[in-house]
């Protein structure tokens, strides 16, 4: 899928730096990261994430029971009807176009979105988003809402990625 936003840096430089680079083993642990001084996010709800190519969206067991008591189903209608078991874990349910089962066709809007799962939750902040300047850029040109809004701080970002593993 093809985005036609406008490319633009999404890295945030710290106007307190100086001019000469600090070793890395020198630096903080806390500003080891190329985006230690954080990163500018803001959701747009365009749904974007929750389509493409068909994928995997990982559930945890509490996540299946927030998600069922939100439609209030049982979670073995949940199970039986909005997952699919991959890889010998479980995951929601895609359709053949790539669209998330909980992505609403009509408004591109997540119809779970206060109980969606935490690999949807911490989107845009997954390991391999932000493993390097170029990676982010990337990110930046399919999601319209990456590199724009609030400055997210690293300490965010980085619980975001390690819950994204989870």
């Not at 307190?16 to 680079?21: A, F, I, R, V």
């Not at 365009?46 to 008591?69: D, F, H, K, R």
């Amino acid at each position: 899928m093809y985005f036609s936003i406008v490319k633009e840096l999404c890295v945030v430089s710290d106007p307190t730096e100086s001019d000469h680079e600090v070793p890395a083993d020198e630096k903080p642990p806390e500003a080891s990261e190329w985006y230690s001084a954080g990163l500018r996010f803001h959701c747009t709800q365009c749904g974007n994430c929750c389509t493409g190519t068909p994928g995997y969206v990982w559930l945890s067991t509490q996540e299946m029971i927030e998600i069922a008591e939100f439609l209030s189903i049982s979670t073995g209608e949940l199970r039986l009807m909005h997952t699919k078991v991959a890889q010998g874990k479980l995951s929601l349910a895609d359709h053949a176009n790539g669209d998330c089962v909980f992505l609403d066709g009509a408004t591109r809007k997540c119809r779970i979105y206060p109980v969606r799962p935490a690999q949807c939750r911490t989107w845009p902040f997954w390991e391999k988003t932000i493993e390097t300047p170029e990676a982010w850029q990337a990110t930046c040109e399919v999601c319209p809402g990456a590199g724009k809004g609030e400055l997210v701080p690293l300490e965010i970002i980085r619980e975001s990625a390690r819950q994204s593993r989870l």
